[in-house]
């Protein structure tokens, strides 16, 4: 049921040699110890065998006992063997622990820098966040008719009547989809005709008229109205909250006068949003309050 194969760990190589290279080093020390310790062992031996147990008294070379010979001889080799250890004691030393240390974080933080390059930086990471906005919303358009304290509605109805913002909304709107929130939905005596309507709700069993595309959120309005060229969000205050994170233009008509209210659309960042063009007109027997019609475009 349960794998017990261990993965192994990737370590570069010359890390690896690095550390292959001083677990022998410490391996060669631990034998020229024990090379010592046996020497000195095998030299008292030596000595009580011959002069103590008598073995080999009669075994002289140039009048010298044979012990001595062999001691030198091993002696020779403990000496042989020191030296070469002499050489990597020096680098097991702190300095060649440090040495080796440094090493490794140098090879370490040249990988973490190359896998950095590698990396998105933030600016990277915005822009590809702003390249996904943008293939999911270039043709969303919020459309909206806003007072100077950007009041936007009472009581779920406009505040104002403006002839020509009206006739504006129904030339821009005509023919496409038209994406809302219920209470907007709902403040309509009927639906808006040679329009696509597209309901955002979170009621699950919200009974919608024939022909009314009924969704529960801002993305699954969106894909309803992919195939549309030019899809709008027309309201309320929440749906253009939403909006605002996704859309690629505003048609915003500016009432130049300030109302009470209890729906407010959103500050419009200079920012983010660039003004393409503010066409202002003076009110009239049709218009009640001056008005201007504005466009923005995400920069």
Known sequence: MF?????????????????????????QKKRLYTHFVIFLIGSVLFIVLNLVLGFGENVKL?????????????????????????????????????????????????RI???KETLPTKEDTDLNESKKKTELSSNLTIIVA????????????????????????KSLTSGHHIIMGRKTFESFPQPLPNRTHVVITKQDDYKAPHGIIVVNSLKDAL?????????????GGEIYNQSLKVAHKIEL???????????????????????????????????????????YIRK
Request: no cysteine; charged share 30%.
């Open 62 to 110: 140039f009048d010298t006992n044979w012990f001595v010979y062999a001691i030198l001889a091993w002696l020779f080799l403990l000496l042989y063997h020191t030296f070469n250890v002499f050489i990597t004691h020096k680098f097991m030393g702190k300095d060649w622990e440090q040495s080796q240390l440094e090493k490794l974080v140098s090879k370490q933080k040249q």
């Open 146 to 169: 806003v007072a100077e304290n950007n009041a936007i509605g009472k009581d779920n109805q406009l505040l104002w009547h403006l002839s020509d913002d009206l006739k504006r909304f």
């Open 223 to 235: 894909d309803s109205a992919k195939e549309d060229n030019q899809p709008f969000i027309i309201g």
């Open 253 to 295: 008509t500016r009432v130049h006068h300030t109302f009470e209210a209890d729906t407010f659309f959103p500050k419009i960042d200079n920012s983010i949003w660039k003004e393409t063009s503010n066409v202002y007109n003076k009110r009239d027997d049709k218009n009640e309050f001056d008005y201007s019609f504005l466009t």
């Open 3 to 27: 794998s017990t194969k261990k993965s192994n760990p990737q370590i570069d190589q010359e890390q690896l040699e690095l550390i292959q290279n001083a677990q022998k080093r410490i391996r």
């Open 113 to 115: 820098d190359k896998l």
